[in-house]
Structures are given as C-alpha cells and as structure tokens.
C-alpha cells in the first residue's frame, strides 16, 4: 500500500463514528483528501456545539432536555473526528508523527514563517546488521522507545513549532526552533542521542541482556519557509555526510558552518 494512502474502510469508519478498527470494504482514499475533510467537519461540528451552548440559531427555544441531548451528541462527534485526525496523523506505535502529520507541519511552516526553525534527520547505523543481530522485533521495540523519547524531548520544549516524525522505517525527522545555529546543532545533538539511549535501552530489555550501544547519525539544516525542499535535502546529504565519516554524529549543513 502506497505511503499517501489510508487503510480501506477508515473513511466509512470515521463517517459513522465507529472506531477504525471495525472492518469495513471501501476504495482506498487519499491521506490528504480524508484529512481536509474531517478538518471541515471539525470546524463544523465546534460550531454547532458553540450554538448550542448559547441556545440560539436553529436552536433557540429548544427544551433544555432536547439541548443537553444533542450537545452530548455533538461532543462525541467532535471527539472522535478529533481521533481520527490523530490517528490519521501520527504513528500508532510511538505516537510520533506519521508522514501526513510531517507533510501538514510542513504545511503549516509555509504559512506561519517561524524563524529559527531547523530539520534534523536521523539514520540508524548499521540497521541491517543490528536486525540480523538482535532480530526484527527487538530492533522495533527499540524504534518505538527512541520515537517516544524523543517526541518526550521536543514537547518539553517551548517552541510551538516542534515535531518528531517517523515516515517509514527507522528513520527519524525533527523540526524545532532555536536561536541560533550553535544551539541548534547543541540541541539535535542532545536529541539524537537521547534517541539512541533509548534505541539500546529499547532492544535491551526486549532481550533481556545488556547490549553495545546502538548508535545514530543526523543532519541537521536551516529551514527557509520559502525553500523547504532545499532544507530537507540538505538535511538528509548532512546525515548521509554522518554516515561516510564515523557513524555516531551530527553533521550541519554547509550553510550552518559559513
């Protein structure tokens, strides 16, 4: 299944409140599409509970018995598209973000201009080895333990505009703020290494038995809200740059060490 689709039957799920995890048969749908939709609906539906709760409109007049029954009806509506925009957005596994809760923060850097704002990539190194070594589910254990450490890291943060996402695999992509390129390179590097802390940690006790540090590489780069594509390719030659010269580092982008 392709990366821009959802699972058959979520939208059937979401249009009739019912839990994605009921089966159901339909077309696959576009991420993006289902997304703008439930963000319509959303808004709709806090209307109508904004309405309600001031008793006026279509429902001036209405018995308060009546009222309290279709707020109670509105809230869970708007509770579970809610849901359903989370889940939609983020990993299940880890809670990070999934690569449509990427794309819409990407979205939202073109649209709001933060200043300051950085992407890191991080690689895991030596994958393939260390899934031979430690076997397919211990390593993934420790995927969701780094994705949740490090997710942990970046909410204590106080930038509004923060994100781990995990769009395939064991890569890892962060965005946060800093105020200048020292700190940022200062930062991802704490990040990166609590990330792969938690890597080991996360194998380890999926064992039962101490472990070799598993290491991570990452790149880091400035992000221009008007060239967020130039920031993330530089982003991933920097962890690629990484990689080539010793694993376990961080490396900034040409444009950070002029």
Not at 183 to 189: E, M, Q, R
Not at 227 to 247: F, L, M, T
């Amino acid at each position: 299944m392709s990366e821009d689709k959802v699972p058959n039957g979520l939208e059937d799920a979401v249009k009739a409140g019912i839990p994605s995890g009921v089966p159901y048969t339909a077309p696959e749908t576009d991420v993006t599409t289902l997304l703008a939709e439930l963000r319509e609906r959303h808004a709709h539906k806090a209307n109508v509970v904004r309405e309600l709760s001031l008793g006026r409109g279509l429902y001036e007049n209405l018995p308060h018995d009546t009222l309290a029954f279709l707020m109670t009806e509105a809230w869970v509506d708007l509770i579970l598209i809610k849901d359903s925009i989370y889940w939609l957005t983020h990993d299940p596994e880890t809670g990070s973000a999934n690569k449509a809760g990427l794309d819409e923060a990407l979205e939202l850097v073109k649209r709001v201009r933060p200043q300051g704002l950085y992407v890191m990539y991080t690689d895991v190194d030596d994958m393939t080895k260390n899934n031979e070594k430690y076997g397919h589910p211990a390593m993934n254990e420790g995927l969701k333990a780094r994705g949740i450490a490090m997710s942990n890291m970046l909410r204590r943060c106080e930038d509004y505009l923060v994100i781990f996402a995990r769009p395939h695999g064991d890569e890892g992509i962060a965005l946060f703020q800093a105020p200048d390129h020292p700190a940022a390179i200062s930062f991802g590097n704490r990040l990166r290494i609590v990330g792969q802390e938690a890597l080991t940690n996360g194998v380890a006790e999926y064992l039962s038995k101490n472990i070799r540090p598993i290491t991570i590489s990452a790149g880091i780069a400035w992000v221009h809200p008007e060239n967020i594509p130039h920031a993330i390719e530089e982003a991933d030659q920097a962890v690629h740059h990484s990689k080539r010269n010793g694993k376990n580092q961080i490396t900034a982008s040409p444009e950070m060490t002029e």
